[in-house]
């Protein structure tokens, strides 16, 4: 276990493999760990640093640091304490749409952001996420005890293919969440609308969206592309809210191949058959 100090509390992270450094985000209720598959398939070129955002996981979890923003200043800490001047970023869900952002506000920092199934607008967010962004139902949803593991449970088997390894980490994570940072995480994404400034990016962007996915629209991928000049979109067909798990090594090669590319700018859109 590894961590840093920054002036907003500690920072959680893992690293593996060897090689260019690469910083691997992840979504809202998770940790670190959805990216082991991701960082053990490029360990032979890139050393993966993965981290938990303040609130989550095995970070800090002190009050009033928990928006989109607060992530991107985390992300442009950490990278300096840590002597990385620029790395490409991967995120899923939340930790995309702050990738994008890191992009936008630290452009120096980023050489190429892959996004999966993240939000551009925060109406892209299915209702039940949208309702947690309110804070009486936040609070709710931790007043009864169990109810929000059970409603999860019940739904779990449309989120992931493989749910029941999916709902177990679902679980531990919640465990190490506050409500200060599952309300105002999710309250923060709720509120960004990344549209207005997405012709700012100019590095190549790829994002990876799965057409059944129940917590963000899949049509939240035709927003990106039509904001940023140098992008590539796939669609998953047989994927939800987590292509990394549920087509792992379809995943991994348009990863792969995108990371590895010296291209001039284009569009590129795929409906990921490959």
């Known amino acids: 276990m ?4 920054t002036d907003r509390g500690l920072v959680h992270y893992e690293t593996m493999g060897r090689g260019r450094p690469i910083i691997m985000l992840h979504g809202w209720l998770e940790s670190w760990d959805h990216w082991l598959g991701t960082m053990e398939s490029l360990g032979r070129d890139y050393k993966a640093y993965a ?3 303040w609130g989550f996981g095995e970070s800090g ?3 009033g640091s928990f928006s989109v923003q607060d992530y991107v200043e985390m992300v442009d800490q950490f990278m300096e304490r840590l002597g990385i001047i620029h790395a490409p970023i991967i995120g899923h869900s ?4 702050v990738s994008l952002k890191v992009a936008l506000d630290h452009p120096k920092r980023v050489e190429r952001v892959t996004v ?3 939000p551009i607008v925060g109406d892209g967010l299915a209702l039940i996420l949208r309702l947690a962004a309110r804070r009486s139902l936040a609070n709710l949803a931790y007043q009864v005890p169990g109810a929000l593991p059970l409603g999860v449970r019940l739904f779990s088997p449309f989120l992931a293919r493989d749910w029941k390894t ?3 980490m679902f679980e531990r994570d919640l465990s190490r969440t506050t409500m200060e940072s599952f309300h105002y995480s999710i309250a923060s994404l709720h509120q960004t609308d990344l549209r207005p400034r997405l012709h700012e990016i100019d590095v190549p962007v790829m994002g990876v969206y799965g057409d059944i996915d129940r917590i963000v629209d899949p049509d939240q ?3 990106l592309a039509a904001g940023v000049s140098d992008v590539h979109l796939y669609k998953f067909k047989k994927s939800g809210h987590f292509p990394m798990a549920d087509e792992p090594e379809r995943f991994y090669e348009v990863l792969r191949d995108f990371l590895s ?7 590129k859109v795929s409906d990921g058959d490959i």
């Not at 939340?94 to 749409?97: A, K």
């Not at 590319?261 to 569009?267: F, G, P, R, Y």
């Open 61 to 63: 979890k002190q009050e």
């Open 2 to 5: 590894s961590s840093i100090v």
């Open 116 to 118: 999966v199934g993240s």
């Open 51 to 53: 981290l938990d955002f």
């Open 221 to 223: 991928g035709d927003v």
């Open 166 to 168: 999916w709902y177990a």
């Open 94 to 97: 939340m930790g995309g749409t």
């Open 261 to 267: 590319q010296q291209i001039e700018k284009s569009k």
